[in-house]
């Protein structure tokens, strides 16, 4: 037996009652004859308070030449109370995709064509607002337009002249598919189509149909062109990885460090302002090298070695350009716009006999980081020093300083 979707709800003993009817009581329905009387539930009612019965359901307002022309039904804002709508409903017959193609098309002849995306924008939104699903709307309309092309494939292939994507916009799957109360609205923009080479013809707020120009699949030439600017796309990011991880560097307390003429070697490291216990005066820096890279350098120029700082993962911290002297453009590597602080590469370590150093130098967070901490508290006009540790060469220290050149 046929059983209609009509849910009659009785309250008794505290509970909902919901009752399946046969189809004749919806037929009793469109005449007019409520029914709450019906025997099953008559049960239900005496022992609990008076039934409710929901709305009839009417017939589906036909399409006709006078409703198309009555721009009323195609108005998102009219209450679904003037329609006679019988809310709740999801899966109504006349939702189903081929009869609501065939609804649809009627509409594009009295209109002789979809042309006018706001009137079919509207009428959208009037199914909807009956109780037809976002996705059965789509169907019906994929249905109604030949050519219509909704694969992938198809997508791809970009059939000339089809409407080959249509997505519901995301107002229109998030809101409920049929309104359970009256003056509901509908969102105003429920479609967009998109045409062949992937061009969205409609507007946010209507929909639109228009042919997209054909677009001739590309030849050998055109692929390798692709290809060679993928392959510059893939060369340049690659370079600007490569530059990012070579990059200079390394930083300073610049309202706690100065570099001036020290008494120990050359240049050196001073405070010029009360530093605490514990403070981190910056990191050493200088651009990451292996260790192969820095004999290389060294090689080059072995001034170099004076200020190259291995670092906790064993690799060398360089801070000098190609001649081994300090500079905010370390060389070699990759081009960097930025200059590098340099102020920590003058830090010389105490002398013979001296109290000792202040400063200790520890490993960061990141790797290659190599970070000055003030061992102690630290006076203005002190000289910041630290450990070169047991392999540095002092074989020069009795020549002149390295910044003098000799
Ligand atoms: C990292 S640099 C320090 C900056 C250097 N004073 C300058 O003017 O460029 C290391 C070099 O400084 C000199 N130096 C540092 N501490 C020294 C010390 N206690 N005695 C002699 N020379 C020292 C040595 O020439 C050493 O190779």
């Known amino acids: 037996m046929t059983v209609v979707r009509h849910f009659y709800r009785g309250y008794a003993a505290g509970g909902v009652h919901s009752l399946w009817l ?30 409710n019965i929901t709305a009839a359901q009417p017939p589906l307002p036909p399409i006709t030449a006078q409703s198309i022309d009555n721009r009323d039904i195609l108005t998102p804002q009219q209450p679904l109370s003037q329609l006679g709508e019988d809310a709740g409903h999801s899966s109504k017959a006349y939702c189903q995709a081929d009869n609501l193609s065939g609804l649809l098309r009627q509409f594009g002849t009295y209109q002789e064509g979809f042309d006018n995306g706001l009137q079919l ?3 959208m939104a009037y199914y909807r607002r009956l109780g037809c699903s976002a996705e059965q709307l789509q169907d019906a309309v994929y249905s109604m337009m030949p050519p219509i092309a909704s694969s992938s494939s198809a997508r791809r292939a970009g059939v000339p002249g089809s409407i080959i994507g249509m997505r519901a916009q995301p107002d229109l799957e998030l809101a409920p598919a049929s309104g359970t109360q009256a003056g509901a609205t509908a969102a105003p923009a429920d479609f967009t189509f998109e045409a062949g080479a992937g061009r969205v013809v409609s507007g946010a707020s ?46 300073s307390r610049g309202d706690l460090l100065e570099v ?47 200020y190259a700082f291995r670092t906790g993962d064993g690799r060398f911290l360089d801070p000098t350009d190609a001649s081994g002297q300090p500079s905010p453009y370390p060389q070699p590597g990759w081009p960097w716009p930025l200059p590098m602080d340099v102020v920590l590469s003058y830090a010389n370590e105490p002398p013979k006999g001296s109290p000792g150093t202040n400063t200790t130098v520890e490993d960061g967070p990141h790797p290659g980081d190599l970070l000055f901490v003030a061992a102690n508290d630290i006076p203005p006009g002190a000289e910041v020093l630290i450990d070169y540790g047991m392999t540095y060469d002092r074989s020069g220290y009795d020549r002149t300083p390295p910044e003098t050149g000799g």
């Open 206 to 251: 209507n929909v639109q149909f228009s042919e997209s120009p054909w677009q001739p699949p590309g030849g050998l030439g055109e692929q390798v062109q692709l290809a060679a600017w993928e392959l510059l796309a893939a060369a340049l990011a690659a370079a600007a990885l490569a530059a990012y991880e070579s990059r200079p560097r390394g930083w």
């Open 121 to 123: 924008d509207g009428l």
């Open 260 to 306: 001036r003429q020290s008494n120990i070697a050359g240049r050196g490291v001073f405070a010029r302002a009360p530093i605490a216990t514990g403070t981190v005066l910056g990191a050493y820096p200088g651009r990451l090298r292996s260790a192969a890279d820095m004999v290389a350098k060294c090689q080059e120029a072995p001034l170099t070695a004076s």
């Open 22 to 51: 046969p189809e004749q009581h919806q037929i009793w329905q469109r005449r007019g004859l409520h029914c709450k009387l019906a025997a099953p539930v008559v049960l239900a009612a005496a022992a609990g308070p008076a039934l």
